[in-house]
């Protein structure tokens, strides 16, 4: 059984930062891609930012110069860092991994960004 455990959410001013951590845990996984999505209400699930197991990334248009998305495959920990942060970055913020034996996803932390 396989656990993601994020940390890091939490209330920021406008042009504020934060940086999300997501720990994997359990079964032994050969990890392909890790990454973060975020979900505000009444809008649909997003992709925030994904990395690749060579380090490749990929990020929503909106947080593109923004946010870094990193990961330590020693500690099977994926980072997101926030910068500049927006009101309209309010969501919760859902860490992701994809594995060659399924995908799984965190229970959320909730980021709230004032104006």
């Known amino acids: 059984q396989v656990q993601l455990v994020e940390s890091g959410g939490g209330l920021v001013q406008a042009g504020g930062s934060l940086r999300l951590s997501c720990a994997v845990s359990g079964s032994r996984i050969v990890i392909k891609a890790m990454g973060w999505y975020r979900q505000a209400p009444g809008k649909q699930r997003e992709l925030v930012a994904v990395?690749?197991?060579?380090?490749?990334?990929n990020y929503g248009d909106s947080v593109k110069g923004r946010f870094t998305i990193s990961r330590d495959n020693a500690t099977y920990t994926v980072y997101l860092q926030m910068n500049s942060l927006k009101p309209e970055d309010t969501a919760v913020y859902y860490c992701?991994?994809?594995?060659?034996?399924?995908?799984?996803w965190g229970q959320g932390t909730q980021v709230t960004v004032s104006s």
């Open positions: 990395i690749g197991s060579g380090g490749s990334t």
């Open positions: 992701y991994v994809a594995a060659g034996s399924g995908a799984w």
